[in-house]
């Protein structure tokens, strides 16, 4: 018997009974939910913000290597004043920066982020009427080089790559027209161009294939 409890007179008293607190039922842990996953060469909505800035870093990445920086006003083939990472100067802008003038790097960042940016959204808008996500580098490369009017410039081959006939947009775009045997200016002009955004279609019809088999 304890005998503390008998000296304080404790033992054998009612004692009071002690009340847990309510735990409120445990919920069922739910699984993270996850961004689902496109196949490749397919783009059934709009990629989310993550996915736009992933290839925007990539798509900047690119356009720094091909493009390179340069920081005085340049002419470039066809006389047209660029600086920086491939940026053609606006009229009021070449005013500030003729040929040979040093632009600030931070005038030469903010047209980089700009004119990237204006590229990439229009990649992504023809990305969704073509159907392919993987191509969206390469029309941000064609969109940043051309400008976000390219398809005006090669409505059938757009037409084409719309419709899956990519042998013959390709056709469309390193010749005059299909079958016409001639290269198109823009073939003339940056062949390395052109023939980057030509591997990527083909690599587009080969996913394409691969995902209707």
């Not at 004119?115 to 992504?124: F, I, L, N, P, R």
């Amino acid at each position: 018997m304890n005998t503390y409890m008998q000296n304080q007179g404790l033992l054998g008293q009612a004692q009071p009974s002690v009340q847990l607190p309510v735990q409120p039922p445990v919920q069922p842990m739910q699984a993270a939910v996850q961004a689902p996953v496109q196949a490749p060469g397919l783009l059934k909505q709009d990629p989310n913000e993550e996915m736009r800035q992933t290839f925007r870093k990539q798509i900047q990445d690119e356009l720094v290597i091909s493009e390179g920086n340069k920081e005085e006003s340049y002419l470039d083939s066809l006389g047209i004043l660029h600086a920086g990472i491939g940026h053609k100067l606006l009229p009021e802008e070449t005013k500030l920066y003729p040929k040979g003038t040093v632009v600030p790097e931070e005038i030469r960042n903010n047209w980089f982020e700009a004119d990237s940016a204006k590229a990439t959204k229009a990649a992504y808008d023809q990305a969704q009427e073509i159907q392919a996500p993987s191509l969206i580098p390469a029309l941000a490369s064609v969109n940043f080089q051309l400008g976000t009017s390219w398809t005006e410039k090669f409505p059938t081959a757009y037409e084409h790559l719309k419709n899956g006939n990519y042998e013959s947009a390709i056709q469309e775009i390193e010749n005059t027209s299909e079958g016409s045997g001639k290269l198109s200016t823009w073939n003339k002009q940056t062949p390395v161009r052109v023939a980057n955004f030509v591997a990527s279609i083909r690599k587009l019809a080969q996913l394409k294939q691969r995902v209707n088999q």
